[in-house]
């Protein structure tokens, strides 16, 4: 169980800011944004700009094993523009 965090378009495609969802404890990065897209579908529009920040430090999606602890803090981020 982690406490899911959505920002910006992230959380304007999800339909809200944060929420808690049940997911494996051993998980690649990849898997665990695929987990979080069967929850919320229209997520998967920013698959290739989204970074994860998995107790607040940036994962990219890819292969890497995450080890996720119960009450752990996921962040959705999606790229942000700015100068």
Do not use: M, N
Not at 31 to 44: F, G, N, S, Y
Not at 49 to 68: I, P
């Amino acid at each position: 169980q982690v406490s899911v965090l959505y920002f910006a378009r992230s959380a304007e495609l999800a339909g809200l800011r944060c929420e808690t969802l049940w997911v494996p404890r051993q998980v690649t990065s990849l898997q665990l944004w695929e987990e979080i897209v069967k929850v919320h579908p229209r997520l998967a529009v920013i698959r290739d700009q989204v970074v994860f920040a998995v107790r607040q430090e940036y994962v990219l999606l890819g292969d890497q094993l995450l080890v996720l602890q119960p009450g752990d803090e996921v962040a959705i981020i999606p790229p942000i523009s700015g100068g």
